[in-house]
């Protein structure tokens, strides 16, 4: 007997339907029903996939959206407790490769617990992470929408020639400082979605050359690069005032002078749904005269 086309891949859907194999073949599983997030922007990421309701347990960082803080907390993102976690009974823990252990991962899957891990570090990774996500956490079409969003800004200043004119002091690109602590001094280097953004948006990071990803800088080395604009991102504390000495300290230079010192949210700390608005954020401050 011929067997009709299609007959052999719904067999093997149906033997595989438990499994991973299963998922692949037959499409996005159901939504898990359990979800513990150990980094904060992947609780944004889930609670903006419409799962916000099966999160169970978060740590103690997670603090957006609202809603999160109200969650059980299972420690912090360097150090959970995975006695907490298990105990949550969780149907799948979601971590990052960047901020979570390695070893955390590899601890619960021994423990049988599935685990998610989002491994996108720069800006242009984020939508395709964001989709495997969705995927895994049987939310693709959701999901499909956020990526989109963050997709659409990204190309909104990537295409702006008005904008990224806006931003050059005598023709050339506007040397910028990003702050992430004021003191000791730490600001934002290469390879981070931070330098990303500001190399997408027409401004030249003059920690770009740093040998890490958050170098620590010297007041000298500020003054002697001399930025055009300054960028003091949001901290846990009052930023205005713990950033007032360190600007004092270089308040002979022009951007402090002319007042191009632009306050910013923290929504480019992090991978998720608040990408737009920190770049429309940082096309803001980018245009300070």
């Known amino acids: 007997m011929v067997q009709k086309p299609g007959i052999k891949r719904i067999i093997l859907c149906l033997l595989f339907l438990i499994g991973w194999s299963g998922v692949a073949l037959c499409g996005t599983p159901p939504p898990p029903q359990r979800i513990v997030s150990l980094a904060p922007a992947m609780t944004e990421i889930i609670f903006s996939l419409g799962l916000g309701e099966q999160v169970v347990g978060v740590t103690t960082v997670c603090d957006r959206p609202d809603e999160a803080r109200s969650k059980t907390k299972i420690g912090g993102m360097a150090n959970p407790s995975l006695e907490a ?6 149907d799948i823990v979601v971590m990052t490769s960047d901020g979570n252990p390695k070893a955390v991962a590899e601890r619960l899957r021994k423990l049988g617990i599935r685990t998610h891990v989002f491994t996108s570090r720069r800006l242009i990774e984020i939508p395709a992470g964001i989709r495997e996500m969705g995927r895994d956490l049987g939310t693709l079409p959701a999901a499909e929408r956020l990526a989109e969003n963050i997709e659409k800004a990204i ?20 040397k910028t400082l990003f ?3 004021p003191s000791p001094l730490i600001v934002a280097g290469p390879g981070t979605i931070l330098d990303d953004a500001m190399k997408l948006s027409g401004l030249s990071n ?3 050359d740093g040998k890490v990803a958050y ?6 080395a500020v003054i002697e690069r001399q930025p055009d604009l300054i960028l003091i991102g949001k901290g846990h504390d009052d930023m205005k005032t713990l950033a007032k000495g360190f ?3 270089i308040s002979m230079l022009e951007a402090v002078k002319k007042g191009r010192v632009c306050f910013m949210d923290d929504a480019l700390y992090r991978p998720g749904p608040r990408i737009p608005a920190g ?7 980018g245009r300070l005269p």
């Open 206 to 208: 003059i920690a770009a």
């Open 279 to 285: 770049m429309a954020e940082l096309d803001r401050c």
């Open 215 to 220: 170098p620590r800088f010297s007041l000298e």
């Open 85 to 90: 976690i298990v105990a949550l009974k969780p």
């Open 247 to 249: 600007l004092q300290s």
């Open 179 to 181: 702050v992430i602590w």
């Open 155 to 174: 190309r909104d200043v990537s295409r702006s020639p008005q904008g990224k004119a806006s931003r050059t002091v005598t023709g050339k690109e506007r």
